[in-house]
């Protein structure tokens, strides 16, 4: 298991199996390090509409093994834990509360 850090310093844990599960898909093979930069380093952190205690990080990698898309890394926030649900690949931000950046 490995203890991820978000742009706000929290700590997530990425278990070793939904880690496998995560790179099982051929798309996300060699995507690993970009799951770390995603939460640390987010273009955008999306609450999910459908979970209150999911979040969605998203950041773009242009030139993926399916072209130029978004890496959405879902988070599930709880009081005093955060773990990965799962992460893919994606072509747009979903819908829902933006968390950050704020729109002031």
């Known amino acids: 298991m490995k203890i991820l850090r978000d742009f706000e310093g929290r700590a997530i844990r990425l278990t070793d199996e939904r880690l496998a599960h995560i790179l099982d898909h051929p798309e ?3 995507l690993e390090p970009q799951i770390e930069t995603t939460l640390a380093v ?3 952190v999306v609450q999910s509409a459908s979970d209150d ?3 969605l ?4 990698y242009a030139g993926t093994r399916v ?3 978004f890496l959405c890394v879902v988070v599930r ?5 955060a773990f990965v649900i799962t992460a893919y690949l994606t072509d747009k931000v979903k819908r829902g509360e933006q968390l950050w950046p704020k729109n002031d």
């Open 28 to 30: 996300m093979a060699d």
């Open 67 to 69: 072209g130029d898309k």
């Open 57 to 60: 990080y998203y950041r773009f």
């Open 77 to 81: 926030v709880l009081l005093d834990d």
């Open 42 to 44: 987010p273009q955008s």
């Open 53 to 55: 205690e999911a979040r």
